[in-house]
């Protein structure tokens, strides 16, 4: 009995080791596709960024409207200056995995807090979900 134990805590730790490694690869790779987002915010390509984004989050808003959206965020709040990741949290699940980020930003005229949900298919990761809260975003 206390092999067959200590068989299912060797199993369990490589499991978990295991995810831990898969986790950090992707938040890591959550964050490459944030600095994406923002140098497209930047570079006012609004149209590339609802296209790339996950078909759930196309389904859930229409085109024009996220784009206007987008501008007025680039509008009220200019380029981005500087984005801090804050927390993170991954959802591996046998529908599909998520993960979700949540950062402080400095934009030219004003902080704001972001959060995104990226969609995890493969390699592949895909904007499911954008909110963002600023101040400068209402008295602007």
Not at 24 to 31: E, I, R, S, T
Not at 56 to 62: G, H, N, Y
């Given at each position: 009995m206390n092999r067959?134990?200590?068989?299912?805590?060797?199993?369990?730790?490589l499991a978990l080791c295991a995810a831990g490694c898969s986790m950090?690869?992707?938040?890591?790779?959550?964050?490459a596709q944030v600095s994406?987002?923002?140098a497209q915010l930047d570079g006012q390509d609004y149209s590339t960024i609802y296209k790339e984004a996950d078909p759930?989050?196309?389904?859930?808003?229409?085109q024009p409207d996220f784009v206007a959206f987008l501008e007025a965020v680039h509008r009220k709040l200019g380029k981005v200056q500087e984005a801090k990741q804050e927390t993170f949290f991954v959802n591996y699940n046998t529908s599909g995995s998520t993960v979700r980020v949540v950062y402080a930003t400095r934009f030219t005229g004003g902080d704001a807090r972001e959060e995104f949900v990226w969609a995890k298919s493969g390699d592949s990761r895909q904007l499911l979900n954008y909110q963002i809260n600023s101040n400068a975003l209402i008295t602007r």
């Open positions: 067959a134990r200590a068989l299912s805590a060797w199993i369990l730790s950090k690869a992707d938040v890591a790779k959550a964050g994406h987002f923002h759930r989050l196309r389904e859930a808003s229409k």
